[in-house]
């Protein structure tokens, strides 16, 4: 096995041995060797959201104390904040030494993060796969494919549904739902001829996402196409067709149009 | 008083590009979908009018709660007031955006411009006598201030960045 198979059987199948496991998609659980840590555990929403909130700030390589106590606290509440982060780390790490430093919120001066390399996120996770899926989509379709089935695999809903509404959760959950439009439209394609029911599966649900992707609209007729369904190609054009005029008064675009008339000229 | 998080309106903007072939000519059509945080009202767009009376519309229920213990005449006065945000980037947002689109070496020149006239101001600023004891300490809103402008001005240069390489391509 060459390294680069070797690396996407590991992004498929290698076990990853990390202690703590976290899932932030439909549901925000969180794994401590293996087994689910229950939400008594975590006292007080504070503490599970300043969790979240170095998640999703998990890519800045620290955040300066006063600017996390800003977005997530009204007023001055540097002992919240202390408390809250002291109940991060006795939930993750129980059986820490006193006295020892955390080895999962690293602290350099007033400045925090979550160290990543002990701690699997589904996201993080997803992301890999549809890169190296991207990046290998031309020359093995066939592994494409599969990483792409594991990335769309992990989505199980928004990221972090329970912080819809607080503005510092919104530029990841963005970024996420862009990423997986694009991971579900892109793997609708590659198998819409082949399996053009799943695909349609798939489709529906980047549709599910944003209900204006219109790129969606197109695989899932092409996918109807496929099976000979007919009246379903031009049920799902009037459907496209009709959201976009609700939500942008404006036509599909000509390559949908184009899918349309193939049907309507034979 | 309202609570800080009342007093602020969030809003994610997306935009979708198509390029596509009509009549044998090249069409760039965008789409947009703006979403309120704070509520999770979203509305879809293709027209940024659109976006902005939703913009409009959030903001004047974010004043009219805060001033709600107020007479009419003030509240009507202030949320006047709160809206003249939106008032200035109507009349110069729209030309700015077309500018650039039209003329996007022409934006990034006038707004590195603008940073260099910055620096030299600091510069010279920096190169005259001090006077210490006017200082004050930065507050966290200056630091605050200071960072939303570097961002936004990061963003800027950044846009523009990317349209000068797509139309280099």
Redesign the interface.
């Known amino acids: 096995m060459n390294t680069q198979a070797h690396s996407i059987a590991e992004l498929l199948h290698g076990k990853d041995n990390s202690p703590i496991r976290i899932y932030t998609l439909g549901q925000f659980k969180v794994y401590r060797d293996g087994a689910e840590i229950s939400a008594k555990e975590w006292s007080r929403d504070k503490t599970l959201q300043l969790l979240q909130f170095l998640i999703s700030n998990r890519s800045r390589s620290g955040i300066h104390k006063e600017l996390i106590i800003d977005r997530l606290w009204d007023a001055d509440s540097d002992r919240d904040f202390k408390v809250a982060l002291h109940g991060i780390v006795k939930v993750l790490e129980p059986n820490r030494p006193a006295r020892t430093e955390s080895s999962y919120i690293i602290r350099n001066g007033l400045s925090y993060h979550i160290n990543l390399s002990n701690i699997w996120i589904d996201i993080d996770h997803a992301e890999q796969l549809i890169i190296r899926a991207n990046n290998i989509a031309t020359t093995q379709p066939a592994e494409s494919i599969l990483l792409l089935r594991a990335a769309t695999d992990l989505y199980t809903g928004t990221y972090l549904p329970n912080r819809l509404y607080e503005d510092w959760s919104s530029e990841e959950r963005e970024r996420m739902q862009i990423l997986f439009l694009g991971a579900f439209t892109d793997l609708a394609q590659m198998i819409v001829s082949d399996q053009p029911m799943e695909a349609i599966r798939l489709a529906q649900s980047a549709l599910q996402i944003d209900p204006t992707w219109e790129d969606a609209y197109r695989i899932q007729m092409e996918a109807y196409l496929y099976k000979g369904n007919r009246p379903m190609v031009i049920k799902t054009y009037q459907h496209c067709e009709s959201i976009l005029r609700e939500e942008f008064g404006i036509s599909p675009l000509p390559v949908t149009k184009s899918v349309l008339n193939n049907i309507l000229a034979q | 008083m309202a609570?800080?998080?009342k007093q602020?309106a969030?809003f994610?903007i997306?935009f979708n590009q198509?390029i596509?072939?009509?009549d044998g000519e090249s069409q760039v059509?965008w789409?947009g979908?703006i979403?309120h945080?704070?509520?999770?009202d979203a509305v879809?767009?293709?027209?940024m009018n659109k976006a902005m009376d939703f913009i409009k519309e959030k903001l004047t229920i974010v004043t009219k709660n805060a001033t709600d213990h107020k007479p009419d005449q003030e509240q009507e006065g202030l949320i006047d007031k709160s809206l003249d945000i939106l008032k200035k980037v109507r009349s110069t947002g729209p030309k700015f955006l077309i500018d650039t689109l039209k003329d996007p070496k022409k934006q990034v020149t006038q707004i590195q411009d603008q940073i260099q006239d910055q620096i030299s101001q600091v510069s010279h600023e920096i190169s005259n006598k001090v006077e210490i004891d006017q200082w004050r300490a930065a507050s966290?809103n200056d630091i605050?201030q200071v960072r939303e402008e570097i961002s936004t001005l990061t963003d800027l240069v950044l846009q523009l960045s990317k349209k000068m390489d797509a139309l280099s391509k």
């Open positions: 609570t800080k998080s602020t969030s994610m997306r198509n596509y072939e009509e059509q789409r979908k979403s945080v704070q509520d999770g879809s767009f293709a027209d966290k605050k």
